[in-house]
């Protein structure tokens, strides 16, 4: 089994910044996609940015050139910074790591969730 923990949600005002780390646990021989998603109130779940074990990346439109994804691959951890925060950008982030393990299929895995929230 696989835990994903994220941390760094909180309330910032709008151009602030904010780093959502979200950290893997549990039984992980490697870890294919790290991504980063979020939900804001009344709205679909969406893809914020991605990054996969070979260092490729993709952004939503919304936060190319605001947000940077990255990966500690020794650690199993992603990262999400997040500058010229907008109040737009209120929601729940989710990390989702797909993890392969010898022998078995990819399992995707989702974090609990952390609340980050812009004030204008």
């Known amino acids: 089994q696989v835990q994903l923990v994220e941390s760094g949600g909180g309330l910032v005002q709008a151009g602030e910044s904010l780093r959502l780390s979200c950290a893997a646990s549990?039984?992980?021989?490697?870890?294919?996609?790290m991504e980063w998603y979020r939900q804001a109130p009344g709205k679909q779940r969406e893809l914020v940015a991605g990054v996969t074990s070979g260092g490729s990346k993709q952004y939503g439109d919304s936060v190319k050139g605001r947000f940077t994804i990255s990966r500690d691959s020794a650690k199993n951890t992603a990262y999400l910074q997040m500058t010229s925060l907008k109040v737009e950008d209120t929601g729940v982030y989710y990390c989702?790591?797909?993890?392969?393990?010898?022998?078995?299929?990819?399992?995707?895995?989702w974090g609990q969730g952390t609340q980050v929230t812009v004030s204008s």
């Open positions: 989702r790591f797909v993890v392969r393990n010898i022998g078995t299929a990819d399992t995707t895995y």
């Open positions: 549990g039984s992980i021989y490697h870890i294919s996609f």
